[in-house]
């Protein structure tokens, strides 16, 4: 029997911003032709309607039960393959191997928009050459342009934690409920972090323990 129910809010509200490349409350809800207090309505509630979730599927060709209980395959079937999404992040099925074990090579790839708890969803699974792979690296699809050319919209950044960013690096910090790519320079006050458009931010010395999340230190871009 179908499942009507799905999971809560922030689950499923991070599942949507994931695959449309939206970050906020405002985009989303006009790519559902929605008034954005409906949103914060729903966050209040704890739960999204279900017709947003067949909006999201009809749109990208996702599967209701990856939108609403976070279970893959993602996509639908190969009918769907041309879908928007695509063309425009990149994105694919992964197919089957076949196999119990991942293939040599293959990695996770997470998004970076966090989930209720904390936790960054898998959404995807890529093989890498062997030489780019190395202990305490996570790879997540970049959903920003901030930091293009060096990180492109729809780009693979592997993020090693652990290790501390030099001057002008690119590192991943946490901001606004996910994770965002930015050169990292120390200053008086404790750490600027700067797009490649020159906007800048400080955090402070005793704040960057809870901003830093680790270094960018490869990087796959888009055709």
């Known amino acids: 029997m179908e499942r009507l129910d799905m999971d809560d809010f922030e689950s499923v509200y991070a599942r949507m911003l994931f695959i449309s490349g939206k970050r906020t409350q405002a985009e989303l809800a006009d790519l559902l032709n929605l008034k954005q207090g409906s949103i914060s309505e729903a966050k209040k509630r704890g ?5 947003w979730c067949v909006r999201m599927s009809d749109i990208f060709g996702v599967r209701m039960d990856w939108l609403r209980f976070g279970e893959v395959p993602v996509f639908m079937g190969a009918e769907r393959k041309d879908s ?4 425009d992040l990149g994105l694919h099925q992964p ?5 119990e074990f991942p293939r040599p090579g293959e990695l996770p790839v997470y998004s970076t928009v966090r989930e209720k708890g904390g936790t960054f969803p898998v959404v995807d699974m890529q093989v890498f050459p062997l030489g780019f792979q190395r202990r305490g690296v996570k790879v997540f699809r970049v959903l920003e342009a901030d930091m293009a050319p060096v990180l492109n919209k729809g780009a693979l950044a592997a993020v090693e934690q652990g290790v501390e960013a030099e001057d002008g ?3 991943a910090v946490l901001k606004d409920g996910g994770l965002v790519f930015r050169h990292v320079f120390r200053n008086s006050g404790g750490y600027e ?10 955090v402070t010395a005793s704040e960057w323990p809870t901003v830093y999340y ?3 230190v490869w990087a796959f871009q888009p055709l």
């Open 47 to 51: 739960t999204i309607p279900l017709p």
């Open 84 to 87: 928007v999404l695509l063309s």
């Open 95 to 99: 197919e089957s191997s076949g196999m």
């Open 169 to 171: 690096a690119v590192a």
């Open 193 to 202: 972090l700067r797009t490649e458009s020159g906007e800048a931010e400080t």
């Open 214 to 216: 680790g270094k960018a």
